[in-house]
């Protein structure tokens, strides 16, 4: 069949429809028939103008001459018109693509992804940054670049690489909003984007061709997807896609998918299981031999295509042939497997052994791994496509009811399929690292036609190893048999396991026991410690705080010493000069008895007040506060009279003999 697009290009070269979306529409509705499809585009009174002629140019085509069948491509998917409104594709007639340049934008805590074409120019980008941050082009100040530029310097004439940072310098005073949504959820600027159109890069990696597609921000990534499939015959199941966001799916518009605006680059390639099924059509291969017996026979062989195109074409029944119970390609232990059991359920239903969903490295410690009592088997079923033993092991061996349950009860089974060389190889190096070269060797010595093989697994002590291998020409009491006498053996040598298991676990709790009792008295002597060190602190603060309040005693003593000894010279320095013994004016002889029992004795003038007797009294270390100056008779307290009065006044005169008492 002629590449569609070369269909596309002579169909838009000869019809002049420029509508991309249109053009696919018109090829769609005749089944990609160029000269349907133009007869059906062009208005009926230019198709009936003699006069006028139509170039058509053909592209020519590759025809192999190998006889074989040519692959038939499925019945393409009707497309309704809309769908196409917008879309644009540089296709063989159009001019090569501009050179598309990737930016990274850093902008504060914020990375904005940008592509554009090498034809725009320096202020594309800050408006594409002004539609992203909401900030105004003459405050984004763009850094990174090689040389100086302007808003109007074309990306082409800077010789960018393909990928490119750059650094946005906004004011301090300008703030980045945030995106808020709407209150009915909807994200504003997604419903902004949902009016744009978005130029989709798309590199076809198993063609090398490169697609630039104009698609409005309201399609849908199917849609894309879609499109895709009219392109290159890909059906969407087979497309695997790699730049699509992380969180997208295909029921989300281009708008809602935060791709890259105003382009997006995405590649596009097969999946491993449409390349290999298509390779595999191609290499089916019709001896012909043509000959002039009848025409009957040539007739056999047309039919004989058709029906080979027929199977070719329908897909239900192209999915119902026989496939690898493992595709080949599958990296993930655990798709293999529920690839494994679905194929497996298709084949022989789903009364079947459990499989166990994982890596055999992980059945195996499934099997061992937990204590001695739980252990079971390990069952490998190794199956064979190209042995005839396969189907009949299968349905009447290990699928009948009493092995099934046999194996669910005593044995973690798991299954691989040895029918393409890559997983055989996959297997035996799995094997390798678990079992050893032996245990490899015998297994890669099997002849496709000895299999299925049913590998039983056992644990001695610390070793594990391949105990016996049972082979796909056993009888169903034969395989019962060998795995009754495999568990027979497994439970022997698991009930010494379990006795030494107990073992280790009794000396496990002793030793716990013990841990556990130091464990409590080295808590309990750090408790005392602690309350040692505690009572210890209680003290030192104690006594640090009597030691403070004696100290501020002491200084408090000392300070009212000093006071005392300065009020004691002051009042000394204040007295009147003791009158001599000479002296004409009259003189009263004082004396005091002291507590101590000595006395102490001065002159005064008879004229002097009595506040001069009781400030010498006071400057001999008796102030009045604390002693009072008594006169024995008449019996008074001298202190308590009028300090004004004369001492003659008051017949402290000519002499008088007082006592000190304290207070």
Known sequence: MENREEILANFQACTGIEDFGLAIYHLEESNWNLMTAISHAMPESVQNLSSVQVPVEILPQSVSPDIEIEEVLPPPMKWSEPAYDSLICAGPSQPPAARMLNFMVECRDRHTPIVVPDTETVGTIKNILHDELDVPTDKLNLHGWKCKVSNNTLLSSLNLPKDNQLLCHIPCDIEIPERKPLENGKDPEILERLSRDFRLNITDLDNNKEYNLLYPGSKTILEVKNGFYSLSNVPVSKQVWQGWPDESDCNMTLAGSRISFPCHSLTVSKAPEAANSQRSRKQVEVDLTISDESDEEYQDVTNSFAMVDYLFDAEPVSSRRLQPLIAEGIEDDVMVQDRFTSEFEARYGVNHPIFYMGSMENA???????????????????????????????????????????????????????????????????????????????????QPDQYPLLLVVIKARATIEVFTILKGDVSLDELMTGLINAVDIFTERRHL????????????????????????????????????????????????????????????????????????????????????????????????????????????????????????????????????????????????????????????????MLILEER
């Open 364 to 446: 195996l410690k499934e099997a061992y791994s937990s204590s001695a009592k739980n252990r079971k088997l390990l069952a490998i079923y190794l199956h064979h496509d190209a042995s005839v033993l396969s189907n009949v092991f299968c349905s009447e061996r290990l699928c009948s009811e009493a092995i099934c349950q046999y194996l669910n009860q005593h044995f973690i089974t798991w299954a691989w399929d040895m029918t393409l060389q890559s997983n055989k190889s996959r297997f035996l190096t799995m094997v390798t690292r678990l079992f050893g070269s032996v245990a490899a060797s015998a297994v890669r010595n099997f």
């Open 497 to 656: 396991d379990v006795l030494e298991e107990e073992e280790r676990e009794a000396r496990q709790m002793v030793k716990e026991e013990q841990d556990i009792a130091y464990q409590e008295s080295l808590l309990a002597d750090r408790a005392k410690e602690v309350v040692r060190k505690q009572n210890q602190a209680e003290k030192e603060e104690k006594e640090k705080l009597q030691f403070e309040e004696e100290e501020k005693q002491k200084h408090e003593r000392l300070q009212a010493e000093e006071m005392k000894e300065a009020i004691r010279q002051s009042l000394e320095e204040s007295l009147p000069e003791e009158p001599a013994p000479d002296c004409t004016e009259p003189v009263s002889m004082i004396r005091i008895r002291t507590p101590d029992m000595s006395n102490i004795e001065r002159r005064f003038l008879a004229a002097n007040p009595l506040q001069v007797l009781l400030n010498w009294v006071e400057s001999k270390g008796y102030p009045r506060n604390s002693f009072k100056v008594l006169q024995s008779w008449p019996r008074r307290d001298v202190t308590e009279l009028d300090t004004h009065q004369t001492l003659m006044n008051l017949q402290l005169y000519p002499q008088e």
